[in-house]
Nanobody, 117 residues
């Protein structure tokens, strides 16, 4: 059974920080590209950050310098460190696993991040 379980979301003030975690199981984690996407109410899903099996990263332009994606293959974990949070970061954040050659894609259930004063 494939599982992606996000945690770490919550309420944070503007300028604050959160660290999201994604625990993966049921597939060969180390071979998968892992990413974080988010979706705010009334808006389309967007890429936040992506990390390859070897540690290469990509970020949406607005996230560069403030968000950091990391992975720990020994623990089957992916993290998203979010600093200097702005209100527009309010969204549900999803952990996504992409198999080599795009043969599979798995989604977690999401974790809510709310940035508000």
């Amino acid at each position: 059974q494939v599982q992606l379980v996000e945690s770490g979301g919550g309420l944070v003030q503007p300028g604050g920080s959160l660290r999201l975690s994604c625990a993966a199981s049921g597939f060969t984690f180390s071979n998968y590209v892992m990413s974080w996407h988010r979706q705010a109410p009334g808006k389309e899903r967007e890429l936040v950050a992506r990390i390859t099996s070897t540690g290469g990263t990509n970020y949406a332009d607005s996230m560069k310098g403030r968000f950091t994606i990391t992975r720990d293959n020994a623990k089957n974990m992916v993290y998203l460190q979010m600093n200097s949070l702005k209100t527009e970061a309010t969204a549900v954040y999803y952990c996504i696993a992409r198999a080599p050659l795009w043969v599979d894609n798995y989604w977690g259930q999401g974790t809510q991040v709310t940035v508000s004063s």
